[in-house]
């Protein structure tokens, strides 16, 4: 083999292996069912109102599991991603409750008032999509939690009616979170 073969084949290899990295699909949401608990709090998700949430890692099974890890709450998802990423883990995708594609509740049961909640494939989307409701006065199965929506005219009227702050996903910080689940 000559050295223009050599660095030939080189090269061929090395953009077949790029473009196997470009190409890579985006997994598509899961329906949780009742043997879905969180990895965080263990609760089961469907039986619990608010938000859920799925983050898919690549290359990487979740709290000993396959993917998706698996949350009943926006922000247990945030912090569980922040700690995995910090271990060098890539995420592949990161799926939250769309509150405008769902028919949702808002009620109140013991003195708290809380959101129903949507543990089918359909309700979830993207979370870099979404306009995050944060710390409102509704809360899920966690507390105040981050509650998405795919349209920010209905996030925009859901704090209006609600209280609580506006974030997109890249808006999102450890301090946040923090806030959100008391430490």
């Known amino acids: 083999m000559t050295r223009r073969q050599l660095l030939g084949a080189v090269g061929t290899g090395a953009i077949l292996g790029l ?10 949401p899961v329906t949780l069912t009742d043997n879905d608990a969180c990895d965080v709090c263990g609760m089961i998700i469907p039986h619990h109102p ?4 799925e983050v898919f890692y690549r290359n990487k099974d979740p709290s000993g599991h396959e993917n998706p890890a698996r949350f009943d709450s926006t922000w247990e998802a945030f912090e569980y991603d922040f700690e995995r990423r910090d271990r060098g883990w890539t995420r592949s995708a990161f799926y939250v409750t769309d509150y405008s594609a769902v028919d949702y509740e808002v009620f109140t049961d013991g003195g708290r008032t809380l959101i ?33 929506f795919g349209n920010g005219d209905d996030a925009r009227s859901f ?17 946040m979170i923090g806030e959100l689940s008391g430490t």
């Open 19 to 28: 473009g196997g990295c470009l190409g890579a699909e985006t997994p598509d």
């Open 50 to 53: 608010g938000p859920s949430a």
């Open 116 to 148: 129903s909640t949507h543990p089918e494939a359909s309700a979830f989307v993207d979370a870099s999509d979404v306009t995050f409701v944060v710390a409102s006065s509704v809360e899920g199965a966690m507390g105040q939690d981050l509650i998405a």
């Open 159 to 175: 704090q209006g009616e609600y209280g609580g702050g506006l974030a997109a996903f890249g808006e999102v910080t450890r301090s």
